[in-house]
């Protein structure tokens, strides 16, 4: 572990205890427990000092070796054609982010071909991709330290310009392989139960995707013994960058809200390499690939939403906001039994 991301580790602040916070959620005009999730999501984000929100996306995007398996039901040029999407703003992830305000900042942590400069774009790639982790680990050391310092970065920059809740969403083509990989890895489970159809394989694909990966864990097995080697040889540039990021962010005390399986599985990897960043967690819903519900439960977070959406970019994530937004304003300015005259419940 490099002295830098020690130091990050280090500085993620615990979080209040939720007791008294769960005492006034209690004092509030409503049947107790009546407000559901929000209850949860209002004391978490009370444990936090969270008590107004600024919120941004940040969205992380690299090409995988591994693409080249046919893993994907899409060409890899398909990654660096959305980051040209997403500076144009024209991708889902852009709709959201306007209508819920949270700025959009894009990470090329290493997308295949350069990319010209722009205003909201970093433009630091690590490498052209990872490299095909069927053959040789995705990234050398070097390069997950990069990544993983990269992302801290970003971190620092939230954090400089004051956001205190940030959307983490990804874009790369074949990084669902990638995350079917890291979660059969982090939980121990078996491939096939966490292996799906990514953008959209037919069932021939999905076979042959589950046989790759057969492949790739054959070949890494008997090396996937910390959670920086399981993440150097199984992740990818994009999702070391969203692990730095996730570390740094709750170091910030910024808040996080994972997206879908890519930027869940980064987060698994934050949470093997330091348990306490899982505080500063929400999980903004549940996709449709199989193993995003396996690694949320493995993580023990709940998804705000679920609406069988499998697009990534961060999106499920910015849809979220507006529940966070809701439970906290809920938490603040409901009138108390007291401060409104309403009878408490009748002790039976
Ligand atoms: O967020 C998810 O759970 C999710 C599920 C399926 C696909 N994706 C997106 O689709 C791309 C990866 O899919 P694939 O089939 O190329 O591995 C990548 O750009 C992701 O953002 C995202
Ligand atoms: C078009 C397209 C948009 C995406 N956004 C995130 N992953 C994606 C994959 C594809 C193929």
């Known amino acids: 572990m490099t002295p830098d991301l020690q130091d990050t580790i280090a500085n993620i602040p615990a979080?209040?205890?939720?007791?008294?916070?769960r005492a006034h959620l209690d004092t509030l005009t409503k049947p107790l427990g009546a407000l559901g999730r929000l209850e949860d999501l209002a004391a978490q984000l009370q444990t936090l000092g969270l008590t107004d929100l600024r919120k941004a996306a940040w969205v992380f995007a690299a090409d995988h070796g591994i693409a080249a398996e046919g893993v994907s039901a899409y060409p890899a040029e398909v990654t660096r054609q959305m980051v040209l999407n997403f500076l144009s703003g024209g991708a889902a992830i852009n709709v959201l982010s306007r209508l819920h305000n949270a700025p959009v900042h894009i990470v090329n942590?290493?997308?295949a071909t350069a990319l010209d400069s722009a205003p909201t774009l970093r433009n630091t790639p690590i490498r052209p991709g990872s490299r095909n982790m069927l053959h040789e680990p995705a990234l050398s050391e070097a390069e997950l330290n990069e990544a993983l310092a990269l992302g801290i970065e970003c971190a620092a920059e939230a954090s400089a310009k004051g956001f205190n809740l940030i959307a983490v969403g990804e874009m790369g083509i074949a990084n669902t392989t990638a995350a079917s990989a890291l979660t059969a890895a982090l939980t121990g489970r078996a491939l096939y139960p966490v292996t799906g159809r990514g953008t959209g394989l037919d069932d021939a694909a999905h076979a042959h995707k589950i046989a790759v990966l057969e492949a790739v864990l054959a070949h890494h097995e008997p090396h996937l013994t910390t959670p920086e080697e399981i993440l150097r040889r199984l992740g990818g540039l994009e999702v070391a960058a969203m692990t730095g990021f996730i570390l740094g962010c709750a170091s910030h005390r910024i808040a996080?809200?994972?997206?879908?399986?890519?930027?869940?599985?980064?987060?698994?990897?934050?949470?093997?390499?330091?348990?306490?960043v899982h505080s500063w967690l929400f999980a903004g819903h549940q996709s449709q690939e199989p193993g995003h519900?396996?690694?949320?439960?493995?993580?023990?977070?709940?998804?705000?939403?679920?609406?069988?959406?499998?697009?990534?970019?961060?999106?499920?994530?910015?849809?979220?906001?507006?529940?966070?937004?809701?439970?906290?304003?809920l938490y603040t300015q409901m009138a108390t039994f007291t401060s409104a005259g309403v009878s408490a419940a009748t002790a039976l």
């Open 109 to 111: 942590a290493g997308v």
């Open 293 to 329: 519900r396996i690694l949320l439960a493995h993580l023990n977070l709940t998804p705000i939403l679920t609406l069988d959406m499998r697009l990534g970019e961060g999106t499920g994530a910015v849809l979220a906001m507006p529940i966070l937004e809701s439970a906290l304003a």
């Open 15 to 21: 979080p209040a205890p939720e007791a008294l916070f």
């Open 256 to 276: 996080l809200i994972i997206d879908g399986f890519i930027s869940t599985a980064a987060a698994a990897c934050a949470v093997a390499l330091a348990p306490q």
